[in-house]
């Protein structure tokens, strides 16, 4: 007979790395932490960066999806904000790697490749070998066009990357839409295994008492989350600031305002500007 503790083991829901098994060396310009996320993600193939502002995002997406076009031998698509995407091609440049800003399929070469989310409808993501999501928060609308979109399209995308500084850890439907945008349960799935209903309102989802250290130990294994390095045992070298200094400074105004009763008056009478409003009037 199973152990009771094995047979509630077999049940824990667990997502398998499907990524490289040997990961590539990696470029020294990544910090360690960068090299070992980007690392991370490489292997595990689908997973999620919440990285906070200032901890080089961009830089572990573009070394993810250069190694991953090396990889597969397929070209990567990022899709970013339109003021965003030219931002990519930058730091690609300063960083010597060699990425494209594209408009359509048309476009698409081999390596790394940027466009903007409102060009999702001139893509052909199964041709792609991975894809990346930068401020993957717009996955956050349950019946938005873009979520519904991208889960649909890169269904049989084996490598995908969902990346943000601003996830909502308390907002539970976005976090199971990037379970379903990187293919590992579904939005009504992580629903019915980790919450209930509050009550009688059946938009409002809580997270079952029992369940709570189960679901964040399922959401470490495809995801990764800081706001500092030492988040995860490195050095705060190079992030840690100085304290803040504030300085206050009055003005002394050079004018008096004009003051009249009628600019305290919460409610000023406007003339009619026609006979015929007038004759409107009851």
């Not at 040997?22 to 960066?49: K, M, S, Y």
């Not at 995002?57 to 076009?69: I, R």
């Not at 060009?119 to 401020?135: A, N, P, Q, R």
């Amino acid at each position: 007979m199973i152990d009771y503790a094995d047979f509630l083991a077999a049940k824990r829901p667990v997502d398998p790395d499907t990524g490289m098994d040997a990961v590539p060396a990696l470029p020294e310009f990544l910090f360690p932490h960068q090299a070992d996320i980007v690392a991370w993600a490489l292997r595990r193939g689908r997973a999620a960066i919440f990285a906070g502002t200032g901890l080089g995002k961009t830089a572990m997406e573009l070394v993810w999806a250069d190694a991953v076009a090396a990889y597969t031998d397929k070209p990567v698509l990022i899709f970013a904000l339109l003021a965003v995407s030219a931002q990519h091609i930058r730091e690609a440049e300063k960083f010597g790697l060699v990425a494209r800003l594209v408009k359509d399929q048309s476009e698409v070469r081999h390596g790394i490749n940027v466009t903007n989310y409102q060009k999702i409808e001139h893509f052909d993501l199964s041709l792609f070998g991975g894809v990346v999501l930068d401020e993957s928060s717009i996955l956050k609308s349950t019946n938005g066009h873009y979520r519904t979109k991208l889960i649909e399209d890169c269904a049989t995308v084996a490598f995908r990357l969902a990346a943000t500084a601003t996830p909502a850890p308390n907002d539970f439907m976005e976090l199971g839409n990037h379970a379903e945008f990187l293919g590992i349960m579904s939005y009504t799935d992580m629903l019915a295994s980790f919450f209930v209903h509050d009550g009688g309102d059946t938009q409002k989802w809580r997270l079952k008492g029992h369940a709570e250290d189960a679901f964040w130990k399922w959401m470490a294994s495809r995801a990764v989350m800081l706001r500092k390095p030492s988040d995860l045992g490195y050095e705060n070298t190079g992030y840690d600031l100085p304290a803040l200094k504030q300085h206050q400074h009055w003005c002394a105004p050079n004018t008096r305002p004009a003051w009249t009763p009628a600019s305290c008056s919460p409610w000023k009478p406007r003339p009619c500007r026609s006979g015929s409003q007038r004759a409107a009037i009851p």
